[in-house]
T-cell receptor, first 112, second 115 residues
Framework: AQSVTQLGSHVSVSEGALVLLRCNYSSSVPPYLFWYVQYPNQGLQLLLKYTSAATLVKGINGFEAEFKKSETSFHLTKPSAHMSDAAEYFCAVYNQGGKLIFGQGTELSVKP | EPEVTQTPSHQVTQMGQEVILRCVPISNHLYFYWYRQILGQKVEFLVSFYNNEISEKSEIFDDQFSVERPDGSNFTLKIRSTKLEDSAMYFC?????????????FGSGTQLSVL
């Protein structure tokens, strides 16, 4: 069965600092992996996805993620945090039937 | 960017009552989904729907739940007799296709509170 685990339910960084949100996956087949972001009082918005093409995936708002098969990881990074990046971030893996399996989420706080 | 819209944003109901959560998917999308998130827990898949049929459903989606696309634009989730544990944020989503690499577009959710 496929699953994802997000390490750290809460991450706090200073504005301008590196953002690193961790996600490890478990999958018996080559996975499709996603990062979604949820801003307060809004729905889930796709940041980026990995679908077996390039291992380094660039998304919106300056985020990127690298698929590392050897480490079963798909960590999300951004070189320089902005106050507007404060949100909850979810890693997800695709399962059959249109089902996404989500991690528990990581809340990102950005300090001025 | 096109949006999935959900109404109402908040719904309060008494235990045992029926509720209907409404969603308007993106107009050219063919696949529709419901997810939910109980406070402090993961976002969980409930059901996927295509061609007026349920494609896949989770263990959560028991006989108390049903989905319908009544008029070609709305996509509804009905809970027949709500329980306290049904309190959650319910997200509707849609996608153009049903493949694994599809982008799901999510609505902003309906917060259901069962008293």
């Amino acid at each position: 069965a496929q699953s994802v685990t997000q390490l750290g339910s809460h991450v706090s960084v200073s504005e301008g600092a590196l953002v690193l949100l961790r996600c490890n996956y478990s999958s018996s087949v080559p996975p499709y992996l996603f990062w979604y972001v949820q801003y307060p009082n809004q729905g889930l918005q796709l940041l980026l996805k990995y679908t077996s093409a390039a291992t380094l995936v660039k998304g919106i708002n300056g985020f990127e993620a690298e698929f590392k098969k050897s480490e079963t990881s798909f960590h999300l990074t951004k070189p320089s945090a902005h106050m507007s990046d404060a949100a909850e971030y979810f890693c997800a893996v695709y399962n059959q039937g249109g089902k996404l399996i989500f991690g528990q989420g990581t809340e990102l706080s950005v300090k001025p | 960017e096109p949006e999935v819209t959900q109404t109402p944003s908040h719904q309060v109901t008494q235990m045992g009552q029926e509720v209907i959560l409404r969603c308007v998917p993106i107009s050219n999308h063919l696949y529709f989904y419901w997810y939910r998130q109980i406070l402090g827990q993961k976002v969980e898949f409930l059901v996927s729907f295509y061609n007026n049929e349920i494609s896949e459903k989770s263990e959560i989606f028991d006989d108390q739940f049903s989905v319908e696309r009544p008029d070609g634009s709305n996509f509804t989730l009905k809970i027949r007799s709500t329980k306290l544990e049904d309190s959650a944020m319910y997200f509707c989503a849609s996608s153009e296709g049903g493949q694994g690499n599809e982008k799901l577009f999510f609505g902003s959710g309906t917060q259901l509170s069962v008293l």
